[in-house]
Nanobody, 124 residues
Framework: VQLQASGGGLVQAGGSLRLSCAAS????????VGWFRQAPGKEREFVSA???????HYADFVKGRFTITRDNAKNTVYLQMSSLKPEDTAGYYC???????????????????WGQGTQVTVSS
């Protein structure tokens, strides 16, 4: 099972990026897929997740700015990021798991599969 995160880059504050998380060797259809981020010197933190039911979850600091969607036909999950801020600068990682429930979506240790990460840098 491999998760491939892509779409990161350098953007000015207020700009937008769309991250993609594509799976190979596994279908996302029954999984919860989450995005986490980690900035240098900081712990990894939850950003957003989408369950197999289609329900979505967001960290408070991205609500209204980020949108997570999934395309089961393409086995891909997207994170549309808008109104980016310098504090959004981090490595962004996607993860998937088939045993993640609504009360555990924020817990990175629950996810079974992880991608390699994609860097997002927001300049002021």
């Amino acid at each position: 099972v491999q998760l491939q995160a892509s779409g990161g880059g350098l953007v000015q504050a207020g700009g937008s990026l769309r991250l993609s998380c594509a799976a190979s060797g596994r279908t996302f259809r029954s999984d919860t897929v989450g995005w986490f981020r980690q900035a240098p010197g900081k712990e990894r933190e939850f950003v957003s997740a989408i369950r197999w039911t289609g329900s979505t979850h967001y960290a408070d600091f991205v609500k209204g700015r980020f949108t997570i969607t999934r395309d089961n036909a393409k086995n891909t999950v997207y994170l549309q990021m808008s109104s980016l801020k310098p504090e959004d600068t981090a490595g962004y990682y996607c993860a998937a798991g088939d045993n993640v429930i609504s009360t555990t979506v924020t817990m990175s240790r629950i996810y079974q599969y992880w991608g390699q990460g994609t860097q997002v840098t927001v300049s002021s």
